[in-house]
């Protein structure tokens, strides 16, 4: 089973200025995915990035980047110049053995213009 | 491709009431999953198909609730006698590979108030 943590429920950041989200992870599987994920208040939840346990990079997809520190078990999200329609729920979420996606309980970012 | 279609996108019912909703994953997609997310929480898994079978079921799915795929394409969650703690949003995603290598694709949700 896997387990994710999210620490802060909510986040303040400047609009164009960068911020880091937090999400640890806990998993016994050998093989498992990271996701990040924004839900904004119409309730979808939008795809932002993958991360493999077996990648050597850190995954990057526009302004989105995911900090993957393994050893520390750790897959924080930073979004670089932050932007008034990125005020969203973020949620970090893991996969492995288990045929689906655990979530964390997110984190609440508000971009202040 | 017009992505996952979940209807209705509200429902308010009487406690006591059966309620349906149903979703329409993307065509090409061979595996589906349900979610239920409550206010202020992060989506919590309930059941899993695979084409038609039903591969996995979470111990949040009571006796009351029901999900089919019966054709590999559509699927339903059927709530029965329903309560107040059931009130939520529930979610559909689907995907054409393993969680484990890419994303999943959800709906916009189908939220229930039990009154």
């Known amino acids: 089973a896997q387990k994710i943590t999210q620490t802060q429920p909510g986040m303040f950041v400047q609009e164009k200025e960068a911020v880091t989200l937090d999400c640890t992870y806990d998993?016994?599987?050998?093989?498992?995915?990271l996701f990040w994920y924004k839900q904004p208040s119409s309730g979808e939840m939008i795809f932002l990035i993958y991360?493999?346990?077996?990648?050597?990079q850190n995954a990057t997809e526009g302004r989105y980047s995911l900090n993957f520190q393994k050893a520390r078990k750790s897959a924080n999200l930073v979004i670089s110049a932050s932007q008034l329609g990125d005020s969203a729920m973020y949620f970090c979420a893991c996969s492995g053995s288990a045929r689906q996606l655990t979530f964390g309980s997110g984190t609440q970012l508000t971009v202040l213009p | 491709d017009t992505g996952v279609s979940q209807n209705p996108r509200h429902k308010i019912t009487k406690r006591g009431q059966n309620v349906t909703f149903r979703c329409d994953p993307i065509?090409?997609?061979?595996?589906l999953y349900w979610y239920r997310q409550t206010l202020g929480q992060g989506p919590e898994f309930l059941t899993y198909?695979?084409?038609?079978?039903?591969?996995?079921k979470s111990r949040l799915l009571s006796d009351r609730f029901s999900a089919e795929r019966p054709k590999g394409s559509f699927s339903t969650l059927e709530i029965q006698r329903t309560e107040q703690g059931d009130s939520a949003m529930y979610l559909c995603?689907?995907?054409?590979?393993?969680?484990?290598?890419?994303?999943?694709?959800f709906g916009e949700g189908s939220r229930l108030t039990v009154l």
């Open positions: 998993t016994s599987d050998p093989s498992y995915g």
């Open positions: 991360q493999g346990s077996y990648d050597q």
């Open positions: 198909f695979q084409n038609e079978a039903q591969l996995e």
């Open positions: 065509s090409e997609h061979n595996r």
């Open positions: 995603a689907s995907s054409s590979i393993s969680p484990n290598t890419g994303e999943l694709f």
